[in-house]
């Protein structure tokens, strides 16, 4: 949980290092789910770093300047050891961790130190998110798990992944939510763009989610923008909303890469690349060694001139890079943890 000591550890490492600031890991290529924009679960493999090669990691990312994380995978808690990996993460990084909503209700115990869980649920209609999800029951498992981890104080929020499928619902889903005290967290579907020797390919091409409808996805962003204004439940920031907004009605990018600059991407068996759809470079054991090498320096050219990807996680990462971004994300995720804790002091008052 984001406290006054944690937020001192973090600042020290924004203030000493010139980055990287974030991380994140696919602990895990197992999934319990069969999501149809997704490849993971048609390509799974089972072999994964131990817990203590892990922890190992953690303390490499932490010195090199590393101070937030993102667990996903894969289903993350689906990991045998998810909670001694979140607890251990948590006491040095600001730590997000994913669940399709299957797992995070029955592995509540794992979940208590996180600063926030992501659960993913793609629309309001129970069916259509089952068949987004290829798995029936898929969307009452994921409302459970909402309503048990916010009714224990975990912090909990809903992750929508944009694609076509959605783009007419997501005013309505995100009111949904933020009108509960959900805070809501978004992904942008893209298809991994075929490049050679892909780490961990993730997006699979698909006619359904590809977005037809560039005009309405500009104006989702728009309406965003200004439903922000009112609600710190939209995890999302203004600059990561422009800079969508503009790419989908100009096809031009206002932000250039920072893929191995100002994040890295770590997989299941510790290989670390730039983003997951480039090549694996190293073992995350050899990066203390590596990162200011004259080949990563080489490498971080390249990718600061890639356009080949949409995700939003790397758009928000490349965006908000430098001193003054990372104490903008910060403030973000003060500022997130402080209304979230007041909605819960809301909702035990209302209940007592
Ligand atoms: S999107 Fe996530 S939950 Fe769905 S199949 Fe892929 S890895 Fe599993
Ligand atoms: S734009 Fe950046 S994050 Fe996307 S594929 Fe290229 S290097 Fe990776």
Request: aromatic share 12%; proline share 3%.
């Amino acid at each position: 949980m984001l406290n006054g000591p944690k937020i001192m550890s973090v600042m020290r490492r924004i203030l000493r290092s010139r980055g990287p600031h974030h991380a994140q890991w696919m602990v895990t290529r197992r999934c319990n789910y069969r999501c149809r924009g997704c490849g993971v679960w048609a390509d799974q493999e089972s072999i994964e770093l131990s817990t203590d090669e892990v922890e190992r990691g953690l303390d490499i990312l932490r010195d090199l300047g590393v101070w937030e994380i993102v667990f996903s995978g894969g289903n993350p808690l689906i990991r045998d050891d998810i909670g001694e990996i979140l607890q251990y993460a948590s006491r040095n990084f600001v730590t997000t961790v994913y669940d399709n909503g299957s797992l995070a209700e029955e592995k509540i115990e794992s979940l208590r130190n996180v600063d926030f869980v992501a659960i993913s649920v793609d629309t309001l209609d129970e069916r259509k998110n089952d068949y987004l999800k290829g798995v029936p029951g898929a969307w009452n498992r994921a409302m459970h798990a909402i309503e048990a981890l916010k009714g224990d104080g975990i912090p909990v929020g809903v992750s929508p992944t944009i694609s076509q499928l959605n783009l007419y619902e997501i005013i309505d889903f995100t009111k949904h939510f933020v009108s509960r005290g959900i805070p809501v967290w978004y992904c942008f579907y893209w298809y991994d763009y075929p490049f050679e020797n892909t780490m961990f390919p993730i997006g699979k091409k698909s006619d359904e989610y590809g977005i037809s409808d560039k005009k309405t996805l500009a104006d989702v962003c728009t309406n965003l923008m200004e439903m922000k204004k009112k609600n710190s439940n939209i995890y999302i920031t203004h600059k990561t909303l422009d800079a969508l907004r503009h790419l989908a009605l100009t096809g031009e990018r206002m932000w250039s890469c920072r893929a191995l600059s100002n994040f890295l991407v770590i997989d299941h068996k510790g290989r670390v690349a730039g983003c997951h759809s480039q090549e694996s470079l190293a073992s995350i054991f050899e990066l203390p060694k590596l990162w200011n090498s004259s080949r990563f320096r080489q490498l971080r050219r390249e990718y600061n001139k890639c356009g080949n990807c949409a995700y939003l996680c790397y758009i928000f990462y490349s965006l908000h890079s430098g001193f003054s971004g990372n104490i903008q994300v910060l403030r973000d995720q003060w500022e997130n943890t402080k209304s979230y804790m007041r909605s819960q002091t809301e909702t035990k008052y209302q209940t007592s």
